[in-house]
T-cell receptor, first 115, second 114 residues
Framework: AQSVTQLDSHVSVSEGTPVLLRCNYSSSYSPSLFWYVQHPNKGLQLLLKYTSAATLVKGINGFEAEFKKSETSFHLTKPSAHMSDAAEYFCVVSARSGGYNKLIFGAGTRLAVHP | DSGVTQTPKHLITATGQRVTLRCSPRSGDLSVYWYQQSLDQGLQFLIQYYNGEERAKGNILERFSAQQFPDLHSELNLSSLELGDSALYFC?????????????FGPGTRLTVL
């Protein structure tokens, strides 16, 4: 069965320092993986996605993620945090179950950015 | 603004009642997805419709149903409501409709069941 685990529920960084949000996945086949961001009282926005092309994926707002099959990881990084990056981030894996395709969301990582 | 609209923004109702949530996708998008976000369960994919037909199914309860109309808007019907159904319900849309596509999310409908 497919699953996704976000290893940190909360991450706190200072403005201008690097961001690392960790995600591990479990999948019986080559998955598609996504990172979404949710700002307070807003809907979700796609940051980036991996669909079996280049393993290093660049997204919006300076974020990127690297697909590492050997480690079953898809960590999200950004070289320099900005105050506007404070939000909740979700790692998502596509899955197939019972004849249907579906998306499975991680529990989320809340990123706080301090001045 | 994603271009996806959801009504109403807030809904307060009582246990045992039935409600309908409405979603209008982005212009040109054929696929509509419904999600539930709650403190207990996190974010869960409920169901996907593509051009009027059910395409993918997630953790949708039997008390819940959805449909997509010829003008492509979608409705999520929740019946026999329970306290645990209180959540934020999101709609998203994409084109053409694979789960690997970028999905554009609406602002959500916050349902409170008292």
């Amino acid at each position: 069965a497919q699953s996704v685990t976000q290893l940190d529920s909360h991450v706190s960084v200072s403005e201008g320092t690097p961001v690392l949000l960790r995600c591990n996945y479990s999948s019986s086949y080559s998955p598609s993986l996504f990172w979404y961001v949710q700002h307070p009282n807003k809907g979700l926005q796609l940051l980036l996605k991996y669909t079996s092309a280049a393993t290093l994926v660049k997204g919006i707002n300076g974020f990127e993620a690297e697909f590492k099959k050997s480690e079953t990881s898809f960590h999200l990084t950004k070289p320099s945090a900005h105050m506007s990056d404070a939000a909740e981030y979700f790692c998502v894996v596509s899955a197939r179950s019972g004849g249907y395709n579906k998306l499975i969301f991680g529990a989320g990582t809340r990123l706080a950015v301090h001045p | 603004d994603s271009g996806v609209t959801q009504t109403p923004k807030h809904l307060i109702t009582a246990t045992g009642q039935r409600v309908t949530l409405r979603c209008s996708p982005r212009s040109g998008d054929l696929s509509v997805y419904w999600y539930q976000q709650s403190l207990d369960q996190g974010l869960q994919f409920l169901i996907q419709y593509y051009n009027g037909e059910e395409r993918a199914k997630g953790n949708i309860l039997e008390r819940f149903s959805a449909q997509q109309f010829p003008d492509l808007h979608s409705e999520l019907n929740l019946s026999s409501l329970e306290l645990g159904d209180s959540a934020l319900y999101f709609c998203a849309s994409s084109n053409p409709g694979q789960l690997t596509d970028t999905q554009y999310f609406g602002p959500g409908t916050r349902l409170t069941v008292l």
